[in-house]
């Protein structure tokens, strides 16, 4: 059996058997360590690609080309993923979607998620992106089962405006998540937004105050170009240093040191302890300190959001034989991919081609 990378059309050769064996991190339980001396720790799994709202941003509200269901890994399949993953010093497990909580036995994925062990013994950290709605039913149950932290993005506090921006009518309903996230002890609570030019930039003020009364850190993400339909355009971004000129004629705004690996870059506001955070992949990557791979609900793994380069793990979870021999090939892949791992998206090079997956069928 020999699985293999797939870049859109061209099937490319993994590394020969010795080069495996000249290469310390393709020993099982190593760390996921890529050429550029980056540490792996974080696994986002995409659960579907199907979503509850059509944001303009990411796909059309009709004529959408979703994925087999066949071809949708099942709740067994992601764990024996993420078990191969834990073993290899992975730490925080991600679940997105499309939207996550669409999956019907998404307690039980994140029961079974959560029992897992790294190396040291430690049980390793779950975590969700949503848009909120159903998050007021099933919140409950899923921190039963185990999940530590969770993500809600909401773009827009008007009514009208979020009706047009989803193509669908219903924020309240996000809203009653947010305050159930609000009311329970998940800590840190993160309200994630688009910043985008003429569509909500001018209620970038309103949504830091409306997390601040939510005891939540809100985040503000550059649009990036991973549309569905391939829309984007750099002019209709609304950057970084736009959005802080827009916080700073309400906060005074200090920078957090000690960023790490997280995406977002944060400040204080008015010396704190609130914050706002910063995720600005277009105007100042953070490439260089990447610790996250991916995997698709088809059991794609992806080592960039941007990637052009895709792991097949479908043929190694779903030949028979046994879990061992499984784990090993799920390990070799998951080398393999760290291994393949650019310095950086290239984003803003003339050269720079968009990934022809959209962002509901690659993961958050």
């Given at each position: 059996m020999?699985?293999v990378?797939?870049?859109?059309?061209?099937r490319?050769?993994?590394p020969?058997?010795?080069?495996a064996?000249?290469?310390a991190?393709?020993?099982?339980?190593?760390?996921?360590?890529?050429?550029?001396?980056r540490?792996?720790?974080?696994?986002?799994?995409?659960?579907?690609?199907r979503?509850?709202?059509?944001?303009?941003?990411c796909m059309?509200?009709?004529?959408?080309?979703?994925l087999?269901?066949?071809?949708?890994?099942?709740?067994?399949e992601?764990?024996?993923?993420?078990?191969?993953?834990a073993a290899?010093?992975?730490?925080?497990?991600?679940?997105?979607?499309?939207?996550?909580?669409?999956?019907?036995?998404?307690?039980?994925?994140?029961?079974?998620?959560?029992?897992?062990?790294?190396?040291?013994?430690?049980?390793?950290?779950?975590?969700?992106?949503?848009?909120?709605?159903?998050?007021?039913?099933?919140?409950?149950?899923?921190?039963?089962?185990?999940?530590?932290?969770?993500?809600?993005?909401?773009d827009?506090?008007?009514?009208?405006?979020?009706?047009?921006?989803?193509r669908?009518?219903?924020l309240?309903?996000v809203l009653?998540?947010?305050?159930?996230?609000?009311a329970?002890?998940l800590?840190?609570?993160?309200?994630?937004?688009?910043?985008?030019?003429?569509?909500?930039?001018?209620?970038?003020?309103?949504?830091?105050?409306?997390?601040?009364?939510?005891?939540?850190?809100m985040?503000?993400?550059e649009?990036?170009?991973?549309?569905a339909?391939?829309?984007?355009?750099?002019?209709?971004?609304?950057?970084?240093?736009?959005i802080?000129?827009?916080?700073?004629?309400?906060?005074?705004?200090?920078?957090?040191?000690?960023?790490?690996?997280?995406?977002?870059?944060?400040?204080?506001?008015?010396?704190?302890?609130?914050?706002?955070?910063?995720?600005?992949?277009?105007?100042?990557?953070?490439?260089?300190?990447?610790?996250?791979?991916?995997?698709?609900?088809?059991?794609?793994?992806?080592n960039?959001?941007?990637?052009?380069?895709?792991?097949?793990?479908?043929?190694i979870?779903?030949a028979?034989?046994?879990?061992?021999?499984?784990a090993?090939?799920?390990?070799?892949?998951?080398?393999?991919?760290?291994?393949?791992?650019?310095?950086?998206?290239?984003?803003?090079?003339?050269?720079?081609?968009?990934?022809?997956?959209g962002?509901?069928?690659i993961?958050?």
């Open positions: 020999s699985a990378p797939v870049t859109i059309g061209v490319m050769p993994l020969g058997a010795a080069d064996a000249s290469d991190t393709a020993v099982p339980g190593a760390p996921l360590v890529d050429t550029y001396s540490v792996h720790r974080d696994l986002r799994i995409s659960l579907t690609d979503c509850s709202l059509r944001c303009t941003y059309p509200e009709q004529g959408n080309e979703w087999a269901r066949t071809s949708i890994l099942s709740l067994d992601i764990v024996e993923v993420a078990r191969v993953a290899a010093g992975i730490t925080t497990f991600r679940l997105t979607g499309g939207e996550p909580l669409l999956r019907t036995d998404i307690v039980d994925v994140v029961r079974r998620l959560a029992r897992l062990r790294g190396p040291d013994g430690q049980p390793v950290e779950i975590a969700m992106t949503t848009n909120g709605i159903r998050l007021d039913e099933v919140l409950s149950d899923l921190i039963d089962a185990g999940l530590h932290r969770v993500n809600i993005s909401l827009t506090l008007r009514h009208d405006r979020f009706r047009e921006l989803t669908r009518d219903r309240d309903d009653a998540g947010i305050a159930a996230a609000a329970s002890d800590r840190p609570l993160k309200i994630n937004a688009v910043a985008m030019r003429g569509v909500n930039d001018d209620e970038l003020v309103d949504l830091v105050a409306f997390a601040v009364a939510h005891s939540a850190q985040r503000f993400i649009q990036m170009p991973l549309d339909g391939h829309t984007w355009s750099r002019e209709n971004m609304v950057t970084r240093e736009e802080l000129q827009a916080l700073s004629s309400r906060w005074t705004l200090t920078p957090v040191p000690g960023r790490g690996g997280a995406p977002a870059e944060r400040w204080m506001l008015d010396g704190g302890p609130d914050t706002v955070g910063v995720i600005a992949s277009v105007t100042a990557p953070f490439c260089g300190d990447c610790d996250r791979l991916r995997l698709t609900a088809d059991g794609q793994l992806r960039c959001l941007f990637s052009t380069t895709e792991y097949d793990l479908l043929p979870l779903r028979p034989g046994a879990e061992d021999s499984r090993d090939g799920i390990d070799g892949m998951l080398r393999a991919c760290v291994r393949g791992k650019l310095p950086g998206h290239a984003i803003n090079e003339p050269s720079f081609l968009q990934p022809a997956r962002m509901n069928a993961g958050g």
